[in-house]
């Protein structure tokens, strides 16, 4: 039994903490100042046996090199089955940035909204920050964001906010707001123009607060540096079947914990627009791979 | 100058037995109720009498005749329990439409009321007190005929009026006016002026007192950022400790006298209410940042027109994500401040044909109640209501993604729109078939500034799906009658295109993904 510290340390009891289904479903450190608990999934650390060779130790040690990169975040479906099977934890994790590159059209921000629905369940609340930041009070931007989509991929019209900032500042200053916000499940934005410092402030914000935030940004930004933990290029591919639906080819980028430039082809199925694999080399989560 | 169409009318409550154990303070309270109730309906301008115990109510109805004319027109249309009216309650059929309203109104609130309408204050107050006297005595409806103590004159002119033996004002009318001011006083020959209408009075209207208040006065004029907020801290402080138990701040209004005299003021609109000082500060700084301060402050004051009730929330010892209702209230609050109330928006479907009214966006915080204390506010189930009585009837039958029945397919809509539909030229094998092929004209517009480069390119189309015809908005004025495509181009992107039926011309929309 952990003792009463003073205030703003929390108090804990070890008991309540083993039997709790979230402490033996992954890994998880809990860290306080007189108090540090690790387990393993499943087993505690005096239960293994020894190593005996070599070899099981480099294993163990990337076993636990990937599960801590693994985090202890929980994760959320991107909203089709095929990129949650070759994404690690099974889907984007909460509190980092997901970037969907593509050109207009490509199908990048139809994308991006069904994973924005799958994040925001029944009861979340999606924050749209519309608009390219380029934009003056003078200029307003040519594109709007148009709601009927959301509604089509899942969502609700009470889980949205629409938030049209005036100008360039604002812009950047509401993406820092909302990525803060603890109460929201996903932010959506299509910045045009990111510099690497918002770009890290952005990761830093969702970082601490645990939402999920999914920028759709042109396929000319790929060479830029990014923060994000996932990258995805959507190029869509023509088919001369009328009746058929639309087939996109996915190609994971960069992915924190996986294997880079893994392609995966989606085709939608015309009735119901749901999103199957068509092909694609897929792996399974690489647990034992050295993330680069 | 009183113009000559303008009109006073003051409502005097009669002092009957029930009335008279209420004390002056009370009177006056319910007077001021009253007042209020009418300035809603009836007049813009109303005031209480300007006495220590005011008994009357004045309003300016000046031009308001008109309003009420077709309404009050025929003796069917009017109230059935009204009495007729008399020669001086009104001289038009609205006025008189008007004054058979209010009597209906009052009556209904159970207030027994003398009306009078008139060309001045005296006149309509002298009419109001003493005209069903004058009826009933049977003299004839002269102004000369009131008697002396329809001027509104003190105790003593009028004793000194009665030593003189003058009871009407015809017979103070008569005297030279000249003569009045050195034996009965100013006050006479003034009150003759303004029965007359020679002498100007104008009605201070009432407007009910903020919920909390709270001002101070600076001794040194203080330009500084940091000092006023400090300063507004405190009033601030002052202001959530005025408030009734369990009610918070959800408007607040900031106002600062500027050295040379200026007024400035600035509101704050909240999206639950609040008496949290830090969050209130938080805003009111993100206020004062953009206010165009020229010269130190030596005044400021704070007030809470509208109050709401708090919702208070047991906080549990572990949670997750705490108080995800209160952050998301916080954040719609601190975006609408910086933004503006109008760019924090919440999507509503409606069930409209055309693209771009499918869906409303409307702001999330209401708007700012000007002059509403706690009592008259609507409460949020009639608000909604009277929100939901302005759409557009339901237009013709091609609408997807309503509220009533969301589809899940996400590649039926555009997920951007165009805010005006981009003119495109399109080549199709048929003058009214699908499009082979579309010209398009880019413009990009270049993030460092140089000169706008336009490309063509030709598109060709390589899957199409539609027409989906949507004729809707004949009420809007001017039909509209589009035939929309989904495209799919040669290299896998997809557009949203619609040809005009009224002209032929094409124009794209949107884009999908």
């Known amino acids: ?292 | 100058m009183l113009e000559t169409n303008s009109r006073r009318r003051p409502i005097a409550e009669p002092g009957d037995a029930a009335s008279d154990h209420e004390t002056a303070q009370e009177r006056w309270l319910r007077l001021a109720e009253v007042a209020l109730q009418i300035s809603q309906d009836f007049s813009p301008t109303v005031g209480l009498e300007p006495f220590d115990f005011p008994r009357s109510l004045l309003l300016d109805i000046t031009g308001l005749d008109h309003l009420h004319a077709k309404a009050g027109q025929g003796s069917s249309a009017a109230p059935s329990t009204s009495p007729s009216l008399q020669p001086y309650q009104g001289q038009t059929p609205g006025e008189r439409a008007l004054v058979a309203r209010l009597q209906h109104e009052l009556r209904r609130q159970g207030l027994a009321a003398s009306i009078a309408v008139a060309d001045t204050i005296g006149a309509a107050w002298a009419w109001a007190h003493y005209g069903p006297e004058l009826m009933a005595a049977g003299k004839p409806l002269r102004v000369e005929s009131l008697p002396v103590a329809a001027l509104r004159l003190s105790e003593e002119p009028l004793a000194r009026l009665e030593a003189l033996g003058i009871e009407w004002v015809g017979q103070l009318m008569a005297l030279p006016r000249a003569a009045l001011p050195s034996r009965l006083g100013a006050e006479v020959p003034l009150r003759l002026e303004q029965l007359e209408g020679s002498a100007a009075e104008v009605i201070v209207a009432y407007r009910p007192p903020a919920l909390a208040a709270a001002g101070r006065l600076l001794e040194f004029p203080v330009r500084s950022p940091e000092v006023l907020e400090a300063l507004l801290a405190e009033l601030l402080d002052q202001v959530i400790a005025a408030l009734p138990a369990g009610q918070g701040i959800e408007q607040l209004v900031c106002r600062l006298r500027e050295e040379g005299g200026r007024w400035l003021q600035f509101a704050v609109g909240l999206y639950q209410a609040t008496a949290c000082p830090a969050h209130l500060l938080g805003l009111m700084r993100l206020r004062l940042e953009t206010l165009p301060l020229a010269e130190p402050v030596e005044e400021m004051h704070l007030e809470v027109p509208v109050a709401g009730e708090l919702t208070w929330q047991q906080r549990q010892l572990f949670e997750p994500r705490p108080d995800i209702a209160r952050q998301r209230a916080l954040l719609i609050d601190r975006l609408s401040t910086r933004l503006g109330r109008r760019a924090v928006l919440r999507a509503r479907c409606v069930p409209d044909a055309q693209p771009e009214f499918a869906c409303r966006l409307e702001p999330l915080i209401p708007p700012r109640l000007r002059g509403t204390t706690l009592r008259q506010r609507q409460p949020a189930s009639a608000r909604r209501r009277m929100a939901g009585k302005k759409r557009w009837p339901s237009g013709s039958s091609s609408h997807e993604g309503s509220n009533s029945s969301p589809s899940v397919d996400p590649w039926l809509r555009p997920w951007r729109l165009f805010a005006r539909p981009a003119p495109v030229e399109v080549v199709s094998v048929a003058p009214d078939g699908p499009p082979q092929s579309f010209l398009v004209r880019s413009r990009q517009r270049p993030l460092n500034g140089n000169r706008v480069n336009t490309q063509t390119r030709l598109l060709r189309i390589v899957r199409h799906w539609g027409p989906e015809r949507i004729e809707t908005a004949w009420w809007r004025g001017q039909l509209v009658r589009r035939d929309y495509y989904r495209v799919e181009i040669e290299d896998g992107r997809w557009f949203w295109l619609f040809r005009d039926l009224r002209n032929g011309r094409w124009f794209w929309h949107g884009s999908f993904g």
């Open chain 1, 1 to 292: 039994m952990a003792r009463t510290l003073g205030s703003g340390h929390k108090f804990i009891s070890f008991n309540a903490l083993i039997n709790s289904p979230a402490f033996s479903a992954r890994a998880t450190r809990i860290d306080t100042d007189t108090i540090q608990v690790y387990t393993y999934r499943g087993a505690s650390m005096t239960e293994l046996p020894p190593p005996t060779s070599r070899d099981e130790i480099l294993a163990r040690l990337r076993k636990a090199l990937a599960q801590g990169a693994a985090g202890t975040a929980e994760t959320v479906s991107s909203g089709c089955p095929g990129l949650d099977a070759i994404l690690p934890g099974g889907g984007f994790r909460r509190g980092t940035l997901v970037e969907w590159l593509g050109e207009p059209g490509a199908g990048a921000g139809t994308l991006a909204l069904l994973a924005a629905a799958a994040a925001c369940g029944r009861d979340g609340t999606l924050l749209v920050v519309d608009g390219d930041g380029t934009h003056t009070r003078h200029c307003p931007p040519s594109e709007r964001f148009y709601p009927p989509a959301a509604v089509g991929a899942g969502l609700a019209a009470q889980q949205l906010i629409v938030v049209r900032p005036a100008n360039a500042v604002d812009y950047t200053w509401a993406l820092d707001q909302a990525m803060r916000c603890p109460a929201l499940s996903a932010v959506l934005a299509w910045p045009r123009r990111l510099s690497p410092t918002a770009f890290r402030r952005l990761q830093l914000a969702a970082e601490g607060s645990g939402t999920v935030g999914f920028l759709v940004r042109p396929a000319s930004a790929q060479p830029t540096p990014s923060w994000a933990d996932v990258r995805l290029l959507v190029h869509p591919q023509p088919q001369t079947d009328p009746s058929a639906g639309r087939r996109l080819e996915l190609e994971l980028v960069r992915c924190r914990g996986a294997a880079h430039h893994q392609r995966l082809v989606l085709e939608s199925d015309h009735a119901t627009g749901t999103l199957r694999v068509v092909a694609g080399d897929q792996q399974s989560p690489p647990s034992y791979r050295r993330a680069r």
